[in-house]
């Protein structure tokens, strides 16, 4: 790796309904660069009510139905280009593979940074998604979230 930082944002709010899941963000690996996850966070616009909703980090198989993101690098003094690619706001929402980290929510949001030895790994060609499972029960609330990224 070269230690290209970069970070996608949802780049505003999205509406999470109650009793659905729904992608935030997926990031996808170019075919021969490894990508190395440094942290996330995901905030919300409202108390998601007394059933707390759950995040989890996750290798997605398919695209699902998304809006293009733009990654961004975090260090503009460098010149190579950013090749991971990215999406947000499901609307179909992609194939659920392994779920790599879950977290339950907090009021108003939470951020997760990962110390090196706890870093997300990922090979070339694989898609990891950012996604809130909303229970039944649950509000619906709005949120926004973004991904910390190292190719």
Do not use: C, W
Not at 17 to 37: D, E, H, R, S, W
Not at 78 to 105: C, F, H, N, W
Not at 127 to 151: K, V, Y
């Amino acid at each position: 790796m070269a230690r290209n930082d970069f970070v996608v944002t949802t780049e505003g709010q999205i509406n999470v309904a109650a009793n659905t899941t729904k992608t935030l963000l997926q990031i996808v690996t170019p075919t021969n660069i490894g990508v190395a996850v440094k942290g996330f966070s995901v905030t919300f616009d409202s108390s998601p009510g007394t059933v707390a909703p759950e995040v989890d980090l996750l290798i997605q198989t398919t695209a699902g139905t998304m809006s293009s993101a733009t990654p961004q690098k975090e260090d503009q003094r460098i010149s190579d280009s950013i090749q991971t690619t990215a999406q947000k706001t499901a609307t179909a929402e992609p194939t659920a593979g392994a779920v790599l980290r879950r977290y339950m929510t907090q009021p108003g949001g939470f951020e997760i940074r990962f110390s090196e030895d706890d870093e997300i790994r990922l090979a070339g060609a694989t898609r990891l998604g950012l996604r809130i499972i909303n229970p039944a029960g649950a509000t619906a609330f709005n949120a926004t979230a973004h991904i910390s990224a190292e190719e």
